[in-house]
């Protein structure tokens, strides 16, 4: 077996590694970034569907069990006409130093009663 006669490989090596490693983990967070923007769009949808009934109140929708979503917030505000659900949070980050943040509006009519032969 023959012996290399200099090292030029590994000097190439020590630097590309580490930014061959940089990148997969910023692919991987761009996906857990697009998922929790997945999860608080359905959260925004189910709270809105939820309040726009008549009988629906101001409470959020219970989150799904094993959401990628961190400090949730979920502000209903209910109208006359529509209802509009924001959901915020952040996903775990596995970059060092960078928060990501996710925002979803969802906005709905409000179901009204209207007694048969009177226009809304």
């Known amino acids: ?6 090292d030029r490989g590994s000097a190439e090596l020590a630097v590309a590694a580490p930014a061959l490693l940089l990148l997969v983990m910023l692919v991987v967070q761009a996906a857990l970034w697009m998922h929790g923007e997945h999860v608080a769009a359905d959260l925004a949808r189910r709270t809105a569907e939820q309040a726009r ?16 979503l961190r400090e949730v917030g979920v502000s209903v505000d209910r109208g006359a006409e529509e209802v509009r659900v924001t ?14 943040t996710v925002e979803h509006v969802s906005v709905a009519p409000v179901e009204r009663y209207v007694p048969g032969g009177a226009t809304p």
């Open 1 to 6: 077996m023959r012996q290399p006669k200099d």
């Open 53 to 68: 009934t008549v009988e629906g109140g101001s409470a959020p929708a219970a989150p799904s069990s094993g959401s990628v």
């Open 87 to 100: 959901v915020n949070g952040t996903v775990p980050s596995l970059v060092p130093g960078i928060s990501w």
